[in-house]
């Protein structure tokens, strides 16, 4: 049953969480490149977002009983404003500091801007849930149209972010995103309508371990499919490509941030439409929950594949064809990994109740900001030691350890008839 009131509250979540991840990817690009033209090195840019990582395992682990018990609204409310608050924290950066003055200042907004990000993002995958028709594969549709057109804003940001960077320079830029996502901030405010629960005052916070073994078994290949990403995603590629693409100059850098940002956003953007397109793609609608098992340990193999060969292509001796080539065989990871991770949003709002969604998804969302931690260290690390191949290694040794987890996983009893 379609409820449009539920459909209203979907579309104003809908437009709140993409104008967060707008500011998100922008604001990732910025401080990646900032940073690095200044002179930190693989590892310290790293370090920069180890904070908003683990901000974001702490944060999902109590945004899930803070929404149960306060309601979906307040954690949506306070992403926004949070993000807004880390966005002026930002501009205090003074350019006499150290370096490592200036690595704990970030990390510290970093942090805060994790904090955000995983309140806004709880709450709106939460909302789906809630608010999606339960006919025709409405809950996996209305799940993956959320998370395919917010990976396709983020990649915008990714774009948007270099471009300011190398136009406006660091601090307008990112002042000019504050303003912004205040004024969003309000409208949302005035215009959410009604739909989303307001949180029951019984919850308690030990409630958030899940003792569903298909729960905590996907939240351990959500871990592993998302290092994988961000072993070579944070800071492996785009080093990569600005050492190939830059050759030092002002205008090299500033030729170097537009393709680099152009490559992040492209490739975000692709993510996020076969993300949106995923259950046409698996033909979902007339597939049993079993199906789409089978289908998660099927898509993750696939996945396996790439990384290995692309780091069989890093390792050559470098060339445009070669460049090329990686370019090509990335955006094929993104487009399996998409495929994936449409697979797992949807089997977690599938395996959660209703009574307990924002306990399970704070819970999953958790494990998906610790794979995303473990991700960002080894990107600075692998790519320090071994450069992007070592990258790309590591990233297929995760996506064999996701597979391995998905392979737990098992289809629920079918309900007894009366």
Not at 328 to 352: D, E, K, M, P, Q
Request: charged share 10%; net charge positive.
């Amino acid at each position: 049953m379609t409820r449009p009131a539920g459909f209203a509250a979907y579309v104003t979540v809908t437009a709140a969480y993409w104008a967060f991840m707008l500011t998100d990817g922008a604001l990732r690009m910025l401080v990646l490149l900032h940073f690095h033209t200044i002179g930190f090195s693989p590892v310290q840019l790293a370090y920069l977002f180890v904070l908003y990582e683990i901000a974001g395992v702490v944060t999902n682990l109590s945004a899930g009983w803070f929404a149960a018990r306060f309601g979906l609204t307040s954690t949506l409310y306070a992403g926004l404003s949070l993000q807004v608050i880390a966005l002026l924290a930002l501009t205090q950066l003074d350019p006499a500091w150290t370096i490592t003055a200036s690595v704990v200042f970030v990390m510290l907004v970093q942090g805060l801007s994790g904090v955000a990000k995983d309140l806004a993002k709880m709450s709106s995958k939460s909302a789906v849930k809630i608010l999606a028709p339960t006919e025709g594969a409405g809950l996996f549709r209305w799940v993956a149209v959320l998370t395919g057109s917010k990976n396709a804003v983020k990649g915008c940001g990714f774009l948007l972010g270099a471009v300011v960077l190398g136009v406006f320079g660091f601090i307008p830029s990112v002042l000019s995103m504050a303003a912004i996502l205040f004024l969003i901030l309000i409208v949302v405010v005035l215009t959410m309508p009604k739909g989303l629960p307001v949180g029951r005052k019984d919850a308690k916070f030990s409630e958030v371990l899940s003792k569903n073994s298909n729960i905590n078994w996907l939240s351990a290949a959500r871990v592993f499919l998302f290092g994988a990403r961000d072993v070579w995603f944070v800071v492996g590629i785009p080093i990569y490509f600005y050492a190939v693409l830059s050759d030092g100059s002002e205008a090299g850098n500033r030729a170097a941030f537009f393709m680099i940002g152009s490559f992040m956003a492209v490739w975000t953007i692709l993510y996020g439409i076969v993300q949106g397109a995923a259950p046409r793609i698996l033909k979902a609608a007339s597939r049993s929950e079993t199906d789409m098992l089978g289908l998660a340990r099927r898509w993750v193999g696939f996945l396996a594949v790439v990384p290995v060969v692309l780091a069989v292509f890093v390792w050559m001796p470098p060339s445009p064809a070669l460049t090329i080539c990686v370019v090509l065989g990335l955006l094929v990871f993104g487009a399996i990994f998409a495929v994936n991770s449409a697979l797992h949003s949807y089997l977690i709002l599938s395996f959660t109740d209703t009574g307990r969604v924002t306990m399970d998804v704070g819970f999953y969302y958790m494990a998906n900001a610790a794979g995303r931690l473990i991700g960002t260290v080894l990107s600075g690390l692998t790519y320090q030691i071994g450069g992007l191949s070592l990258c790309l290694g590591t990233a297929a040794v995760m996506i064999l350890l996701s597979m391995l987890c998905a392979g737990q996983l098992r289809a629920r009893p079918a309900p007894q008839m009366a």
